[in-house]
């Protein structure tokens, strides 16, 4: 119950006693909440592996500003930058998303007002999820890996793959032989290594270099300049400005593993600039999961 306890402190005593009445009731739900969704003036939805689960009580305004004070250590100035960008990353790798009255300046967001939505993304890691996997993707005979792109539609646990991946390549994996590459990552949205206060909250290997909240283009060189990693990692490319970082990447001598959405190898042809990547066997191998 501890990931599920690291939420429940957020929340007003009201509705943290509902919660333990319900989860005493059934354990199993404990174990199936991957998301707890928050709407003012809604009853409250508990996202399970399989269904939905709405409690009878709707959250008023007031409770979701004693919430959001909660998570920001009644600062919320002090993670201004956060709310701009539409989550915060809490002690334990959780994600909380939030919606509410943009304010923009200059084109750019620079405040969020009147929050009237959250989503508690429960952080659970897969130790060890990535073991058949590696076996396809580390290089045996020059002691590395192959570039690699991982596939998967939304939700269907790409970043948690990739997770465990960098964290026993950095580590090292001693039943095969291989030892311990650096490793720099680029997590533009905090879900990779979830930064709390400059301490990653997932366990990422002892050898990795994490840079957040900047896009992947800029991530890459500055990680590529700075903390000279032998394989960099990013979840979710797609943009123009993604593959070109990978070029400068990969011709920089890096290797690189990296995820996007999709289903089949025709969700890949659709992004051409990606699939070329492929074509010219810069990437040489694609994982679907």
């Known amino acids: 119950m501890k990931n599920v306890d690291e939420i429940l402190?957020?929340?007003p005593n009201k509705i943290y006693q509902i919660f333990s009445n319900l989860f005493q009731e059934n354990n199993k739900i404990i174990e199936e909440v991957q998301e707890i969704r928050i709407r003012a003036n809604r009853p409250i939805i508990l996202k399970l592996r399989e269904k939905d689960l709405i409690l009878q009580y709707d959250?008023?305004?007031?409770?979701i500003l004693q919430i959001v004070e909660r998570i920001c250590e009644n600062?919320?100035?002090?993670y201004k930058n956060q709310i701009?960008?539409?989550?915060?990353?809490?002690?334990?790798?959780?994600?909380?998303?939030?919606?509410?009255?943009c304010v923009i300046e200059n084109g750019k967001i620079i405040n969020v007002k009147y929050i009237s939505s959250l989503n508690f993304r429960i952080a659970r890691e897969v130790l060890n999820c990535s073991t058949r996997v590696l076996r396809e993707i580390i290089d045996m005979e020059n002691k590395t890996i192959y570039n690699t792109i991982i596939v998967a539609a939304p939700g269907k646990g790409k970043t948690t793959m990739l997770r465990d991946i960098i964290r026993r390549l950095s580590n090292g994996i001693d039943e095969i032989n291989f030892r311990?590459?650096?490793?720099?990552?680029?997590d533009e949205r905090g879900e990779i290594a979830a930064m709390h206060k400059g301490i990653p909250q997932n366990d990422v290997g002892i050898r990795t270099d994490i840079i957040e909240n900047v896009d992947k283009n800029k991530g890459i060189h500055m990680l590529i300049r700075t903390m000279a990693p032998e394989i960099v990692a990013c979840d979710e490319i797609g943009s123009k400005e993604d593959v070109?970082?990978?070029h400068y990447a990969l011709y920089s001598g890096v290797k690189g593993i990296f995820t996007m959405h999709g289903k089949n190898i025709e969700d890949i042809k659709n992004n051409r600039q990606i699939y070329e990547l492929i074509e010219n066997r810069?990437?040489?191998?694609v994982v679907f999961l």
């Open 84 to 101: 701009c960008e539409g989550f915060i990353t809490v002690r334990g790798g959780h994600r909380i998303g939030l919606t509410g009255s």
């Open 59 to 63: 959250i008023q305004q007031t409770e």
């Open 282 to 285: 810069e990437i040489q191998k």
């Open 244 to 246: 070109e970082a990978i």
């Open 9 to 11: 402190r957020y929340f």
């Open 75 to 78: 600062s919320i100035y002090a």
């Open 180 to 186: 311990g590459r650096a490793c720099g990552v680029v």
